[in-house]
């Protein structure tokens, strides 16, 4: 080896890239930049990033970007105007309310559901499954049991009862979805903490007097992490379908706010002949829906060990 190759400084790539990390910082941007390369790699999870990307600037710039109110109509020039008509790129509805205009308002009630559905669950999900699967006993069987009785029924019915006990808003859909939604996130870590409940490192941190509950929250649930976060993303299509099927059965966002649901129940009527105002909104649904897959589907390739070799 030249003395130039010994004396040169690494590169910032080396320097992630090391298989001695110097600190915790560097393993812990060395582990990320190898999940960044495999996740980058694929290009349809590329693709369902930017589509959630340019959802989220939709949303941020709502109030530039929509050409018309989302609330105001036209009833008497602009009522069911097709689309690609002047003025109005997506036509209009049976108000004389832009559809594209709903749309792009509507992208923000998609987003706060969607991230006060995972707000919510997916800590709830986490703290039983860990809980459960550390202890065990009487105390796994209980809390098992309560998450088997919530998975026994199908979500959307589910969700109907919470709302229809509520009653209807954006806020109780919101509430009664989460709700629902907890489940799986707990048998998932549940199943996580009976992996490395009794590993060495785990053995190490109770011989050194942590407390059950100190490992738990601070050894275990970070462990659970990478496995939540893949199903998280993958469970936010179906979140977007139950609050779609919530505003279109009229339990969940009510008039005049634009969500997409309530959007295609306000549309079914015209269906045949105005198809517009229903199919828009379920196209930015599907859109929407699928950019959620592609990202999950690529979380899942990057983050899982078998495919890092690790």
């Known amino acids: 080896m030249s003395l130039d190759t010994q004396t040169r400084p690494m590169t910032r790539r080396e320097w992630l890239l090391s298989d001695r990390p110097q600190s915790r910082t560097q393993a812990r941007l060395g582990r990320a930049y190898v999940t960044w390369r495999r996740f980058s790699a694929n290009r349809l999870a590329v693709a369902g990033l930017l589509i959630l990307m340019a959802l989220v600037l939709v949303a941020a710039f709502a109030d530039l970007l929509a050409p018309h109110s989302p609330f105001i109509g036209n009833l008497a020039g602009a009522r069911l105007l097709p689309p690609g008509s002047e003025g109005y790129l997506l036509g209009t509805d049976d108000q004389g ?37 550390y202890t065990g006993g009487w ?34 859909a919101v509430i009664a979805i989460a709700i629902t939604s907890w489940p799986p996130y707990a048998r998932i870590a549940r199943a ?23 490992i738990v929250f601070r050894h275990v649930m970070p462990m659970c992490l990478s496995s939540l976060i893949v199903r998280v993303t993958l469970d936010m299509a179906g979140i977007i379908l139950t609050a779609a099927g919530l505003g279109f059965l009229g339990l969940g966002a009510q ?18 002949d105005q198809w517009w ?29 078998r495919e890092s070799g690790q």
């Open 97 to 133: 309310r832009d559809i594209l205009s709903r749309l792009i308002h509507g992208s923000r009630l998609t987003l706060m559901v969607v991230a006060l559905v995972a707000i919510i669950a997916a800590p709830v999900g986490l703290i039983v499954g860990a809980v459960a699967g």
């Open 192 to 214: 996580e903490t009976l992996t490395v409940r009794n590993s060495d490192y785990i053995a190490a941190v109770r011989l050194m007097g942590a407390s059950p509950t100190r």
């Open 277 to 305: 105002v229903a199919t828009m909104p379920g196209i930015a649904i599907l859109i929407v829906s699928l950019g959620f897959n592609l990202l999950g589907d690529g979380l899942r390739d990057a983050l899982d060990p």
């Open 255 to 272: 008039p005049p706010l634009p969500e997409w649901g309530a959007m295609i129940a306000s549309g079914r009527r015209f269906i045949l």
């Open 139 to 172: 105390i796994d069987a209980v809390l098992m049991r309560i998450t088997d009785i919530f998975l026994a029924f199908p979500k959307l019915v589910l969700a109907l009862a919470f709302v229809a006990a509520l009653g209807p808003g954006i806020e109780n």
